[in-house]
């Protein structure tokens, strides 16, 4: 079954750090470039970083840099997205996505985790 289930959300206090991780099954997850997206209440998905399938281009939004850092293990399947400095405006549930143009499927989505700052 080709899934990603994400997992590491909650809640955290402002100024506090989080580890959101993503496993990947069912697919040759190194074939794929992993993504981190989130989207905040009323607002739009907004991608947040990218990270090509070899682990070598990682793209940050300018309101995450020197924050967050993505990571990815094909070895194990896995992409994590670690996150500092937290604050209210990081509030969203976040979703991991695979993408591969040349692949199919092309792109898969997981469910999504919440994460919230709040005091």
């Known amino acids: 079954q080709v899934q990603l289930v994400e997992s590491g959300g909650g809640l955290v206090q402002p100024g506090g750090s989080l580890t959101l991780s993503c496993a990947a099954s069912?697919?040759?997850?190194?074939?794929?470039?992993m993504s981190w997206y989130r989207q905040a209440p009323g607002k739009e998905r907004e991608l947040v970083v990218r990270?090509?399938?070899?682990?070598?281009?990682?793209n940050y939004v300018d309101s995450v840099k020197g924050r967050f850092t993505i990571s990815r293990d094909n070895a194990k399947n896995t992409a994590a997205l670690r996150m500092n400095s937290l604050g209210p405006e990081d509030t969203a549930v976040y979703y991991c996505?695979?993408?591969?143009?040349?692949?199919?499927?092309?792109?898969?989505w997981g469910q999504g985790t919440q994460v919230t700052v709040s005091s």
């Open positions: 996505k695979a993408d591969c143009y040349v692949c199919y499927p092309t792109a898969i």
């Open positions: 069912g697919f040759t997850f190194s074939q794929y470039a």
């Open positions: 990270i090509t399938g070899a682990g070598g281009v990682r």
